[in-house]
């Protein structure tokens, strides 16, 4: 079999841990698979070559940055090799350029556009552990790029579907994904298998225990994942297209405390409001996530919508010379909110999945400021204060009776 292991920055933060994931590898490979071992940047590797950058130039250009951030995962795959060599097996580590990772040229946040596996498979011919740095890739100019935070899911997703390999497991330091973040919710408990959808959405929603767009790209090319501990051997979480009827309305609570809100009060109540609004946004390159208007009265009327919170400020510049024109009364952003989400496919045959969460955050006396829906999710933002009980209440009501 052709097996791809990913292991994240915690599951190699020091030299215990790379051995311990050294035998992982090499326990595989004994069993004659071709292996293929995708790694993250050790531990906080990633945070303190950030911190670097800013103590030099808070305004670096992003292909200096992901010069610089690539280095994190260099380190990593030349350790790990340092170990298999150590145990006696032929190994070789090789960067993302190395492995045929091509991009485009979006640094900071590149599209992987293809995986040229050439050398991976000259590598495996000659039967070696063929160890890659994730989260990088090269651009057609033969700049080194980064994919974004958390990106190393992705390189390994990329290796799999197009060696399509038999198996692509995801090791990390929880035993799988959970109803609720196994670090924050004391009760939370593990899922034997969830759907890309209910995983894509879950990703996005802020559970970063896969990255989105690794998610994204396994339910195109139909890579069944595994999630699972590098610390404990016991049965993870399998990530598919269909997943076992289990008995349950939801499958997770997720929490995302990187959004803000921006306040557009006193706006026109006319046609194309919304279009010269949101159109200037786009231009500016920001997602809008939840949209709320309000029903006009007087000739004017309210609109509010979230954005990542790095963006809040960005947005509302974008926004200030068209308020000024229109006489907006008052626009403002606000980023002590959070946004609380459950997610899963048993709300589609499930009336009442949304009301039941609003009981449970009107129990813990926390007020919604916003809602969304989809088939599968039903999204909150609230307090960023009021979060971390409300994440609580929420998994109580549909996880703990
Ligand atoms: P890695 O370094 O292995 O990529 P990450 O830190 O990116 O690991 O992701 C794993 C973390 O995701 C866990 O430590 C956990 O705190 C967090 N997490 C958030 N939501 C969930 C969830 N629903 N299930 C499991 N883990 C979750
Ligand atoms: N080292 C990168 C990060 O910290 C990529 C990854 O961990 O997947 O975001
Ligand atoms: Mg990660």
Redesign the pocket.
Known sequence: MLIVQ??????VADAQRVFNVARIVTETYDKGNDMVVVV?AQGDTTDDLIEKAREINPDASKREMDMLLSAGEQMSVALLAMAIEKLGRPVVSLLGWQAGFLTNSNYSAARIKNVNTERIRNELDKHRIVIVAGFQGINRHDDVTTLG??G??TSAVAIAATMRADLCQ???????????????VQG?R??TEITYDEMLE?ATL??????NRSVDMAKKYNVELE?LS?LKQVPG?KVKEVAKLEDMLIK????DTNVARVMLVGVPDEPGVAFRIFSLVAKAHINVDIILQSVGRDGTKDIAFTVSADKGEAALNALRPYLEQVGAKQYSYDDSVAKVSIVGAGMETHEGTAALMFEALADANVNIQMIATSEIKVSVLIAREDADRAVAAVHKRFFEN
Request: hydrophobic share 35%; proline share 2%.
């Open positions: 990913k292991f994240g920055g915690s599951s993250s935070r958390g190393s899911d995801i090791y990390t330091d929880v035993e799988g994904v959970y109803t609720a973040d196994p670090r924050k939370a593990k899922l879950l802020g559970a970063q225990v896969l990255n999630v590098s979480t997770s609570v997720a929490k």
